[in-house]
């Protein structure tokens, strides 16, 4: 439980920066960054998505079609038509933490079917999974964070 209400805190966070770039230029790249605003909220919300889906395989994504623009390896790079609204993201990401809440409840003492192992870090039951996931939340709120003060300068 403890996992999922650090889940909630780094959204908070994550929400906060975004509401700091309220009228900023969400497409903008900053120098010495490889993708933008944008790209970082939706990244954010796909990677939990995904995360979500590797605890519980009975998970049902939300925005599949929002995969392809922002998993890892990604970039906004060459972005068509179907890019979401700053309010499309926003209003995702808001909702998106009870509904993991709600599909993660009793799943994550479980082993997983496939472990994930990244750097030599072995991620094999959903509760280690889902704290990676926060850490990764954390990483990109630094992001946007310093996107924030890059706005404003």
């Known amino acids: 439980m403890a996992t999922i209400e650090q889940m909630k ?4 966070y994550t929400l906060g920066q975004l509401k700091q770039l309220e009228g900023a230029d969400w497409d903008k790249l900053h120098p010495g960054f490889s993708n933008n605003v944008r790209w970082n909220a939706g990244h954010i919300f796909v990677s939990l998505e995904n995360f979500t889906k590797m605890i519980n395989p009975d998970f049902e994504i939300v ?12 970039s906004p790079e060459g972005w068509g ?4 609204s700053n309010e ?10 009870e509904r ?5 409840e009793g799943k994550l003492d479980g082993q997983l079917g496939h ?13 280690k999974l889902l704290q990676f996931a926060v850490w990764h ?3 990109h709120g630094g992001i946007l964070n310093a ?4 706005s404003k300068a």
């Open 9 to 12: 805190f780094a959204r908070g």
């Open 63 to 74: 925005h599949p079609e929002w995969v392809g623009l922002f998993n890892t390896g990604t």
């Open 81 to 84: 038509e179907g890019v979401p």
């Open 88 to 97: 499309e993201l926003l209003t995702a990401l808001k909702e998106q933490t």
């Open 100 to 104: 993991i809440a709600g599909a993660l």
């Open 115 to 127: 472990p994930l192992e990244i750097a030599g870090h072995n991620m094999d039951t959903g509760e």
């Open 137 to 139: 939340e954390g990483v």
């Open 147 to 150: 996107m924030v003060h890059l």
